[in-house]
T-cell receptor, first 115, second 117 residues
Framework: DAGVIQSPRHEVTEMGQEVTLRCKPISGHNSLFWYRQTMMRGLELLIYFNNNVPIDDSGMPEDRFSAKMPNASFSTLKIQPSEPRDSAVYFC?????????????FGPGTRLTVT | AQTVTQSQPEMSVQEAETVTLSCTYDTSESNYYLFWYKQPPSRQMILVIR??????QNATENRFSVNFQKAAKSFSLKISDSQLGDTAMYFC??????????????FGKGTKLTVNP
């Protein structure tokens, strides 16, 4: 199993540009989570999907952020326009249906730098 | 809302010795799960150990064990026979129960553990 795949691994962009982060969950997993990690705020949930439907987007900072899950094998997190305070590591995680362990499997993360 | 507190920003231990990382949490939920995740310099998040709140027995995974005190809302991680590869950030995390699937994780700020040779 390839695990959760995220791309790109690193992204450097200028303020005002659009940024799109991508995630491919583990096949068969029906829940997908986007987390952001910063020094100031630590790890926090941005949004999560269950069966491709957004369940909790209370962590999305503002309208500049949007997330989609058009099918069970792909999700995107878009920032438009990007700002320097968006610099962080963005993790995607997936979890299977009915799993007794409720474990979330994390991708390697995307390190975003906005200059 | 749930909160998770890790009161030790940094800790160090000598190789082969034992170290305990502290975690407390606050919730009004009765059914939930607790986790310890390890994040080495590679930044990959790795699950170390999990505990179901309805289980009284403390979870154990090889050299890793927890001391789960539900009434005190405490969930500490003990690492025995520390190894250099244990050097990492350790995050305590809370998840409330949802039938049929996973819920969001609420993380503490983390403890940076250094194992010295």
């Amino acid at each position: 199993d390839a695990g959760v795949i995220q791309s790109p691994r690193h992204e450097v962009t200028e303020m005002g540009q659009e940024v799109t982060l991508r995630c491919k969950p583990i096949s068969g997993h029906n829940s997908l989570f986007w987390y952001r990690q910063t020094m100031m705020r630590g790890l926090e949930l941005l949004i999560y999907f269950n069966n491709n439907v957004p369940i909790d987007d209370s962590g999305m900072p503002e309208d500049r952020f949007s997330a989609k899950m058009p099918n069970a094998s792909f999700s995107t997190l878009k920032i438009q326009p990007s700002e320097p305070r968006d610099s962080a590591v963005y993790f995607c995680a997936s979890s299977p249906t009915g799993g007794l362990s409720h474990e979330q499997y994390f991708g390697p993360g995307t390190r975003l730098t906005v200059t | 809302a749930q909160t998770v507190t890790q009161s030790q920003p940094e800790m160090s231990v000598q190789e082969a010795e034992t170290v305990t990382l502290s975690c407390t949490y606050d919730t009004s939920e009765s059914n939930y799960y607790l986790f310890w995740y390890k994040q080495p310099p590679s930044r990959q998040m790795i699950l170390v150990i999990r505990q179901e709140a309805y289980k009284q027995q403390n979870a154990t995974e090889n050299r890793f064990s927890v001391n789960f005190q539900k009434a005190a809302k405490s969930f500490s991680l003990k690492i025995s026979d520390s190894q250099l590869g244990d050097t990492a950030m350790y995050f305590c995390a809370f998840m409330k129960h949802r039938a049929g699937g996973s819920e969001k994780l609420v993380f503490g700020k983390g403890t940076k553990l250094t194992v010295n040779p």
